[in-house]
Structures are given as structure tokens and as C-alpha cells.
């Protein structure tokens, strides 16, 4: 039978390996989160013919080896595969050896839950011949679908993907007090009130923050507890930025429950958790760009981790930014 992906052992070592980072030089952006996958693993001599790097002579098993495996964001997994006269085979096998050669290895236990979180995606989303599937243009939305094509499972990756939207769009809605404070207010000021030394009265809005579980609650009621439902149903990609979507909304949650009880603003901007989760999606370049804004950089940066969402689900929406 013929190997149709990397073994979970291979996924392991190349997990294990890392350090949980993109290969590519001077890249930090983490492989995954927990056991949710945020990095791509990327073939070096490519899996179909037409695909970068693409060697014909290649075995299905020397294909999806640890051999010919690295780990990238999904930025510079495009950088490669986009100039192939620049990363050659040759190069990026060097790329993979300097990166492993100085990266901290991460824990049997992680790497092991990482691979396992891996092969089952893409048991569960019915991909073949490789990290690839299928592709199904329905309604303007992209899904991916299993080989026999049942129209059934092409109409619930669609729900999924409805579904996942819609949870994004609650947690706006729950969270706007949280986006707006960040929209009109210079980290200064914010942290003047929290000292007590200004009254700004519209920080009033925030006061329900107070709360230790406030965060946990409002993502709730935005159909959070329910997303997991999805997963099964959606590329890894895509459950990825929706993870760090939420993500980005709980913890900038939690850092200001945390600056009414340290009295003094705890910025999203220094916070390594957030930085974390946005170069899981985003580019270094944008993650500095947004922090680098006093004013309305949350809202900034959720917009941008949005539309990666709906390019990723083959939707397309005008784009502000």
C-alpha cells in the first residue's frame, strides 16, 4: 500500500527538533499553540507534479520521509514554494540543518501530542497524497473534501466554516468594550486610570473585567464551547487562525482583569502571549506594525487575522487594510 503522508514517528522528530519555530532564518513564529498546529509542514522536493521542487524519481515514502520534511509559517512556506530558484532543494536541506542545530528541542510529551493532533487532522478532513487535499469551490467558499467527493460532507465543511465565522463575529460583539477602550485611548491613558490618577469616565465600561472568569464567560456566550465541533471539518489552517482569533480576545480579556488587580495597565503590546499568537498567523512585519500602533491596533490586528480566515475559506471581502 502506498504511504499517502509523514508518518506520525516523522512528525514527532520534525516537532521535536524545531523548538516549536518556523525554519525559516530569523522567523519566531511558533509551529503550534498547546496541541493546536499553527505551522505548516512543507515538502522540499514538492508532493505532485507541478509543485515546487517536484522530483518524479521520488518513492511515495522517500516523499513524505523526515528527510524531506520542514517546518514553516504559512508566510514563508509561500516565500519558497513562490521562488524556487532561490530556496533549491539543496538550500532549504541547509536551512533545516542550521534551524535544527540551534533550536531548543522541545519535550518527547509535546512533540508527541503535536503529531498526534497532526495525523488526526488529516485523517479527518480526508486528505490524499500528501498535506494537500482536495479542493471544492461551492458558494464562493473553498472546502476541502474527502476523495469520494459525497456532497453530504461538502455541505457540512461549509456549515463548519459558517459556524466558525459566526463564533468570530460574536466575540466582537462581546468584546467591544474591550476593542473600543484600545480605539480611542493611547496606552498612557489607560494606564493612568488603572493607577487611579485619572478619571477618564468612559473606562467605566471596562469595569465588568473586574471579574476573574469575565473573559471564560463572554466567550462562551460568543458559541466558543461549541467550536470544537468544527474542527473535524476544516483544514488545520483554518483552525488555526480561528484558534488564535480567540485566542487574541481571551487573553487581552484576562490581561485587563489582571491590570485592575496589579493597578496599573497590562499591555497587549508587551505581552509575550499575544505576540505569540499573532506571528502564529501573521507576518513579523505586520505583528511589529500593529503593536507599533497607540491607538486602535487590536481592532487592527483582528482585522488582519479576519481576513487571513476568509482567504484561508476562499471567501472574499473587501479589504480596509
Given at each position: 500500500?502506498?504511504?499517502?503522508?509523514?508518518?506520525?514517528?516523522?512528525?514527532?522528530?520534525?516537532?521535536?527538533?524545531?523548538?516549536?519555530?518556523?525554519?525559516?532564518?530569523?522567523?519566531?513564529?511558533?509551529?503550534a499553540?498547546?496541541?493546536?498546529?499553527?505551522?505548516?509542514?512543507?515538502h522540499?522536493?514538492?508532493?505532485?507534479?507541478?509543485s515546487?521542487?517536484?522530483?518524479?524519481?521520488?518513492?511515495?515514502?522517500?516523499?513524505?520521509?523526515?528527510?524531506?520534511?520542514?517546518?514553516?509559517?504559512?508566510?514563508?512556506?509561500?516565500?519558497?514554494?513562490?521562488?524556487?530558484?532561490?530556496?533549491?532543494?539543496?538550500?532549504?536541506?541547509?536551512?533545516?540543518r542550521?534551524?535544527?542545530?540551534?533550536?531548543?528541542?522541545?519535550?518527547?510529551?509535546?512533540?508527541?501530542?503535536?503529531?498526534?493532533?497532526?495525523?488526526?487532522?488529516?485523517?479527518?478532513i480526508?486528505?490524499?497524497?500528501?498535506?494537500?487535499?482536495?479542493?471544492?469551490?461551492t458558494?464562493?467558499?473553498?472546502v476541502?473534501?474527502?476523495?469520494?467527493?459525497?456532497?453530504?460532507?461538502c455541505?457540512?465543511?461549509?456549515?463548519?466554516?459558517?459556524?466558525?465565522?459566526?463564533?468570530?463575529?460574536?466575540?466582537?460583539?462581546?468584546?467591544?468594550?474591550?476593542?473600543?477602550?484600545?480605539?480611542?485611548?493611547?496606552?498612557?491613558?489607560?494606564?493612568?486610570?488603572?493607577?487611579?490618577?485619572?478619571?477618564?469616565?468612559?473606562?467605566?465600561?471596562?469595569?465588568?473585567?473586574?471579574?476573574?472568569?469575565?473573559?471564560?464567560?463572554?466567550?462562551?456566550?460568543?458559541?466558543?464551547?461549541?467550536?470544537?465541533?468544527?474542527?473535524?471539518?476544516?483544514?488545520?489552517?483554518?483552525?488555526?487562525?480561528?484558534?488564535?482569533?480567540?485566542?487574541?480576545?481571551?487573553?487581552?480579556?484576562?490581561?485587563?482583569?489582571?491590570?485592575?488587580?496589579?493597578?496599573?495597565?497590562?499591555?497587549?503590546?508587551?505581552?509575550?502571549?499575544?505576540?505569540?499568537l499573532?506571528?502564529?498567523?501573521?507576518?513579523?512585519?505586520?505583528?511589529?506594525?500593529?503593536?507599533?500602533?497607540q491607538?486602535?491596533?487590536?481592532?487592527?490586528?483582528?482585522?488582519?487575522?479576519?481576513?487571513?480566515?476568509?482567504?484561508?475559506?476562499?471567501?472574499?471581502?473587501?479589504?480596509?487594510?
Open positions: 500500500m502506498a504511504n499517502t503522508g509523514p508518518s506520525i514517528t516523522d512528525i514527532k522528530l520534525l516537532f521535536a527538533r524545531s523548538g516549536n519555530r518556523c525554519a525559516f532564518p530569523k522567523c519566531t513564529a511558533p509551529m499553540l498547546g496541541d493546536t498546529l499553527t505551522g505548516e509542514v512543507c522540499i522536493k514538492g508532493v505532485r507534479l507541478g515546487a521542487r517536484h522530483d518524479p524519481d521520488q518513492t511515495p515514502s522517500e516523499r513524505h520521509h523526515y528527510a524531506n520534511l520542514v517546518l514553516m509559517c504559512s508566510t514563508h512556506h509561500t516565500v519558497i514554494d513562490d521562488d524556487e530558484k532561490s530556496y533549491t532543494n539543496e538550500r532549504l536541506l541547509e536551512i533545516k542550521e534551524h535544527e542545530a540551534t533550536a531548543t528541542q522541545i519535550s518527547d510529551s509535546e512533540a508527541s501530542k503535536v503529531a498526534v493532533s497532526f495525523v488526526q487532522n488529516v485523517a479527518n480526508g486528505q490524499s497524497g500528501g498535506l494537500s487535499a482536495h479542493t471544492v469551490n458558494s464562493s467558499i473553498t476541502h473534501s474527502a476523495p469520494s467527493g459525497n456532497h453530504l460532507v455541505q457540512r465543511q461549509i456549515a463548519a466554516i459558517e459556524n466558525l465565522w459566526r463564533i468570530i463575529q460574536n466575540f466582537s460583539r462581546e468584546f467591544s468594550a474591550l476593542i473600543l477602550i484600545d480605539s480611542i485611548l493611547v496606552p498612557s491613558e489607560i494606564d493612568e486610570y488603572f493607577r487611579g490618577r485619572d478619571n477618564i469616565n468612559l473606562m467605566e465600561i471596562l469595569d465588568e473585567y473586574r471579574k476573574q472568569m469575565q473573559a471564560i464567560h463572554k466567550m462562551s456566550q460568543a458559541g466558543s464551547d461549541d467550536a470544537g465541533n468544527e474542527k473535524p471539518f476544516v483544514t488545520q489552517r483554518l483552525w488555526s487562525i480561528f484558534f488564535v482569533i480567540q485566542g487574541i480576545y481571551g487573553r487581552t480579556a484576562l490581561l485587563l482583569t489582571n491590570s485592575f488587580k496589579e493597578r496599573k495597565f497590562v499591555d497587549w503590546r508587551n505581552d509575550h502571549g499575544c505576540d505569540q499573532l506571528r502564529a498567523v501573521l507576518a513579523a512585519q505586520s505583528v511589529e506594525q500593529v503593536k507599533n500602533l491607538m486602535n491596533g487590536l481592532r487592527t490586528a483582528i482585522d488582519l487575522l479576519e481576513g487571513h480566515f476568509l482567504a484561508e475559506a476562499g471567501m472574499n471581502r473587501p479589504q480596509s487594510q
